[in-house]
Nanobody
């Protein structure tokens, strides 16, 4: 699975940005897609995820401000970010979680995009 992200940039506090991520390759095994972020000196953290079945999950810090949307047949996921704050500044990574059913059970693997920088200036 290959992931290509776009949409990062510099925005003022209170502004909006939209990130997009398109998956290609063995997309039939993707069961969930989402966004994670990593700020300087911090660990990578979950921002939002969306499963093939339509369930979504958000970090508490972005609830009410960020929205994840996905088109399954296009294997594209977007992250709509509103009311951005300086603490949202980070490199944002697209994630695709895959699951392959085999005779012995199943195997799961995570794929990552190259990351896109989001900088919120105060």
């Amino acid at each position: 699975v290959q992931l290509v992200e776009s949409g990062g940039g510099v925005v003022q506090s209170g502004g909006s940005l939209r990130l997009s991520c398109e998956a290609s390759g063995s997309i039939r095994y993707i069961v969930a897609m989402g966004w994670y972020r990593q700020a300087p000196g911090k660990e990578r953290e979950l921002v939002a995820t969306s499963t093939r079945g339509g369930s979504t999950n958000y970090a508490d810090s972005v609830k009410g401000r960020f929205t994840i949307s996905r088109v399954n047949h296009q294997n594209t996921v977007w992250l709509h970010m509103n009311s951005l704050k300086s603490e949202d500044t980070a490199v944002y990574f697209c994630n695709a979680h895959t699951k392959v059913e085999i005779i012995e059970g199943s195997t799961e693997f995570d794929y990552w995009g190259q990351g896109t920088q989001v900088t919120v200036s105060s």
